[in-house]
């Protein structure tokens, strides 16, 4: 079955650039998304189909695919990023997530 | 405005039976395909059902196929999941999710209804 790995935690510090990733065999063939959660929120999609920025979220979110390898890019990281970030694709008709992983701003 | 309410949720013992509901407003509810997805306390997304807006195309997570049946109503703008057989790890916060497209990424996304299976 399809998995995706992602760290369990990545820690920043305030300011600066939080890379998270997301890995699979060939994910580099899939639309890969992003999700937010904040505690006690529902998710919000931060980054569609690889790379695309939904309207509202700031340009210091971006995100790349290729290989074996999605990455979300999360530049000058403020307080409020501080979240679980999901990534998701669809593959043979079912929707798969990664495990999240814990973003701390220091 | 995009609205996505759940409810239905509550205590259900092991072996018994919920149905969740999700009311869809401020967008043309029949021409997007929807989603149920859950996440169990603590724990991380997992993705449930897949209904596209006729109905005819339906997908299921394994853990759930043969006992949950997803559905919806267009002329009442509204999904459904029919939760039979729970088991204690069917506990968790579930969400409704809009699709943006056909198989494609999850736009909108409900505030969740929370459901224990528990004796």
């Known amino acids: 079955s399809y998995e995706l790995t992602q760290p369990l935690s990545v820690s920043v510090a305030l300011g600066q650039t939080a890379r998270i990733t997301c890995g699979e065999d060939n994910i580099g063939t899939k639309n890969v998304h992003w999700y937010q959660q904040r505690p006690g929120q529902s998710p919000i999609l931060v980054i569609s189909r690889d790379s695309g920025r939904p309207s509202g979220i700031p340009e210091r979110f971006s995100g790349s695919n290729s290989g074996n390898m999605a990455t979300l890019t999360i530049s000058s990281a403020q307080a409020g990023d501080e979240a679980d970030y999901y990534c998701?694709?669809?593959?043979?008709?079912?929707?798969?997530f990664g495990g999240g992983t814990k973003l701390t701003v220091l | 405005e995009v609205q996505l309410v759940e409810s239905g949720g509550g205590l259900a013992q092991p072996g018994g039976s919920l149905r969740l509901s999700c009311a869809a407003s401020?967008?043309?509810?029949?021409?997007?395909?929807m989603n149920w997805v859950r996440q169990a306390p603590g724990k991380g997304l997992e993705w449930v059902s897949y209904i596209n807006t006729r109905s005819n195309v339906i997908y299921y997570a394994d853990s759930v196929k043969g006992r949950f049946t997803v559905s919806r109503d267009n002329a009442k703008n509204s999904l459904y999941l029919q939760m039979n057989s729970l088991r204690a790890e069917d506990t968790a916060v579930y969400y409704c999710a809009r699709d943006r497209l056909q198989l494609d990424y999850f736009d909108y996304w409900g505030q969740g209804t929370l459901v224990t299976v528990s004796s």
């Open positions: 401020g967008f043309t509810f029949s021409t997007y395909n």
């Open positions: 998701q694709v669809w593959d043979s008709s079912t929707v798969v």
